[in-house]
């Protein structure tokens, strides 16, 4: 809350010194007319240099006497802007102070102003009339809003989770209570016309207090809009107890108008200005500790709304998120400071409101930038739910929400400095206008350059390969195919390098429009990348030999491949080296200057060979139509078949053994199904052996002796007794 009233002398106190405030730069015969025409009547002029320490009196002198001619103008000390509102801080500060005794002689300027009304003098009172005029706008909009409840009740519920159905249901609620809020204004104006014509303190108040209340109940329409008390399914701003910052800021929307208004309406009375510069700088430091108290009590709260959107914030996001609720509470202070500087200054008024022009764009910048790429966001979750959108238009869609939200936030930036640069930097219009358009040619810069980092490095996380699960491996789950392309597996490395260069090249830039020469920053960089490659050779060898191994497509991320030292499956590839992740779970990470020869086991397809052993009386040509069948079988699994790129059959006798046939199978798959495939193969065909009796061999030893000789052993060693357990043993 802001209210600045100039610092006007006592009335009736002829004694009362009158202050003129100079700049330091007016010329002498400028000073010695203001002094002529504030010293008529014998009054005593001080005269107060920005800027200075002290004031400087001028002699009083009667209306009939020589002009007097004033010191020479005292130029403006060379203390900083900064400085200078501080000076201006201090001494409106202990003005306030000095004041606050005087608020006891409000109440009677306020019944004397009030004895004057003409409204009123005949037939119902002022006050009647003020409370019969208020009465009938606030039945009036209860009416409508009863009247439209239902209609606006369907319309207010939410077809859906996402934020374009919550965004159209909390529209219709703004549109009521604005609805509510215009006809109450609506009937209060037609009732100050009629019941109120006068002008007079009666109607200024009716007048200011209904504006005041519109501008309340304006803050509450908009709390409801973007926090839905009551209705979390349809809120837009998910804050932390949404419901508690609900009504603080009621009771903020309904102190804040009865303080301003009046403060605004005792202007008008007030015959001692020292009591009403008393009362504003007890209610401006009442509102600025409420707004402190929340801001720190939301601390919290609004460092989890900053942190929502994205699941693993940067430090960058995590230090705004830390410093928002301290730059909000600094905000308000320093606001609430340039309130108490303004009487003090030349052109105090503008100043206020250049602070409450500055305190809405706080607030307003952040929940509008959120909202707007919120909902860009949204329209195009739903497009990507229907057709999945190409990287190409993944990046140009991040890009349009960093131009989105990146507008509002220079918008308000640029409003902000126009706002303070020519008080801050202390300069002339047509040097301002200067500072103005460099500034703006610098934020253009820095805007544009932001925006094409945004698309870059979404388009690059858009072609960079998905990571799988960090625990272990199973390897009875479904393998995706996942294997990206060759774009895909170099787009990551390319990704620090583009980043970089575009980083660097929007500095030098930047530096060179503000006026930095980067001659001598260029020839710097170029001799430092000379020392690098000759004092990192090694290095220098990691990165060509990754170069050509990325320029003749070796391998990609997701492939597996076998360096001869180490093997197993790709997951990372930087400018200088590679991770591959063992089966075992480990990670080597292998610089390409030490890869003197590569395997690659996953790439378009692989040929699986295993053998199984037969006994020599198996039956050979039904083995091979039992496999067949079986290859048949998987083809037409609809598991398993896609996967197939030959099919399962035997391929012949490999080798026969003094205990075994060994027969060879194989098929042709994709890579990564290969080991399931021959698992299921394996388990497939074993049983269609048994149940077709071919028997597998088997390392039992059979000893055979001549002709029939096996039966008749076997039935003398049935026909022999069983030995005595007390015959003797045999020696």
């Known amino acids: 809350m802001l209210c600045w009233f100039p610092p006007v002398p006592v009335s009736a106190q002829a004694d009362a010194p009158v202050t003129l405030t100079l700049r330091g730069d007016e010329t ?3 000073v010695r007319k203001l002094v002529d025409a504030l010293a008529a009547g014998g009054r005593r002029v001080e005269i107060r240099v920005l800027g200075a320490e002290a004031a400087v009196p ?14 020479p103008a005292v130029p403006a000390p060379a203390d900083s802007r900064i400085e200078e509102l501080w000076d201006h801080f201090v001494d409106g500060f202990d003005h306030g102070n000095a004041a606050i005794p005087h608020v006891v002689d409000l109440p009677t300027d306020w019944w004397r102003g009030w004895a004057a009304n003409r ?32 209609w606006f009740a369907r319309r207010m519920r939410p077809t859906g989770p996402e934020l374009t159905a919550r965004l159209v249901a909390s529209a219709y609620g703004l549109l009521q209570d604005f609805a509510c809020i215009a006809l109450a204004l609506a009937l209060a104006r037609l009732t100050r016309v009629f019941w109120l014509p006068d002008a007079d303190l009666a109607m200024s108040t009716f007048r200011t207090a209904a504006n005041g209340a519109a501008i309340g109940a304006a803050y509450i329409a908009v709390g409801r809009f973007l926090l839905s008390p009551g209705a979390p399914d349809r809120r837009l701003l998910p804050l932390p107890r949404a419901e508690r910052h609900f009504a603080i800021l009621t009771i903020y929307a309904v102190v804040t108008p009865i303080v301003v208004t009046s403060a605004l309406l005792i202007q008008d009375v007030a015959i001692n200005r020292q009591a009403l510069a008393g009362l504003v700088a007890i209610t401006s430091l009442a509102v600025t500790l409420f707004k402190v108290w929340w801001f720190f009590d939301a601390r919290h709260d609004l460092t989890t709304l900053i942190l929502r959107y994205e699941p693993v914030p940067g430090p960058g996001l995590r230090l705004l998120a830390l410093g928002a609720p301290w730059f909000y509470i600094a905000s308000a202070i320093a606001i609430w ?25 706080i607030v307003l910048a952040p929940v509008l930038a959120v909202g707007v790429t919120g909902l860009i966001a949204c329209r195009q979750a739903m497009r990507a739910a229907i057709a999945p959108p190409s990287p190409m238009a993944q990046a140009a869609g991040s890009a349009l929400r960093a131009a989105a939200g990146g507008l509002i936030w220079v918008g308000g930036l640029y409003v902000m400095a126009r706002l303070w640069a020519s008080f801050l930097l202390g300069v002339s219009s047509a040097q301002f206008a200067e500072f103005t358009r460099q500034a703006a040619g610098l ?28 625990g272990p491996i199973d390897e009875d789950a479904a393998v995706e195919e996942s294997v990206p392309s060759r774009l895909a597996t170099v787009m990551p490395v390319l990704r620090g390098v583009v980043l970089a260069a575009v980083f660097g090249l929007t500095g030098l830039v930047v530096l060179s429009r503000i006026g930095v020469d980067i001659g001598p920053l260029l020839a710097g960089f170029g001799i430092l990348g000379l020392a690098i490659s000759f004092g990192s050779q090694a290095l220098v060898r990691d990165i060509v030999s990754g170069f050509f191994f990325m320029l003749e497509d070796a391998f990609r991320v997701g492939e ?37 020869s590569l395997t690659n086991a996953s790439r378009d397809w692989a040929t699986v060979k295993f053998n199984i052993r037969l006994d020599h009386s198996a039956d050979i040509e039904l083995a091979r139509k039992t496999i067949k069948k079986v290859g ?18 035997m391929q012949g006798v490999a080798d026969i053994t003094d205990i075994a046939i060994v027969i060879r199978l194989k098929f042709t798959s994709k890579p990564a199904y290969a080991s399931s495939l021959q698992r299921e193969a394996l388990k497939r065909v074993y049983r269609a052996l048994n149940e077709a009796k071919v028997p597998f061999a088997s390392n039992a030893v059979t000893v055979r002796g001549g002709e029939g000789a096996p039966a008749s052993g076997a039935a003398a060693i049935t026909a022999l007794p069983p030995p005595s357990p007390l015959a003797p043993a045999a020696g």
Request: aromatic share 8%; glycine share 10%; proline share 8%.
């Open 28 to 30: 002498p015969e400028t």
């Open 58 to 71: 001028a002699p009083a002198k009667p209306a009939s006497a020589a002009p007097a001619v004033p010191p």
């Open 119 to 150: 409204n009123g003098a005949t037939g119902p009172s002022a006050g009647l009339r003020i409370l019969a005029g208020v009465a009938i706008a606030l039945a009036g909009a209860l009416l409508f809003r009863l009247a439209t409840a239902g």
């Open 337 to 361: 400071m340039v309130g108490r500087a303004a009487p003090m200054m030349s052109g105090g008024g503008r100043f206020v409101e250049a602070a409450s022009l500055t305190q809405i764009i």
């Open 443 to 470: 934020a253009i810069l820095v805007f544009l350059g932001w925006v094409a980092i945004v698309f870059l490095r979404a388009f690059f996380d858009a072609y960079t390969p998905r990571r799988g699960t960090s």
């Open 560 to 596: 597996y491949v076998d360096t001869g030292r180490l093997k197993g499956t790709v997951e990372k590839i930087s400018l200088r080296s590679m991770q591959m992740r063992h089966q075992s779970g480990q990670i080597h990470t292998v610089p390409f200057g030490q890869i003197q």
């Open 632 to 649: 048949l079988a998987l083809l037409e699994d609809p598991e398993y078949g896609p996967n197939f790129i030959a099919q399962l059959k």
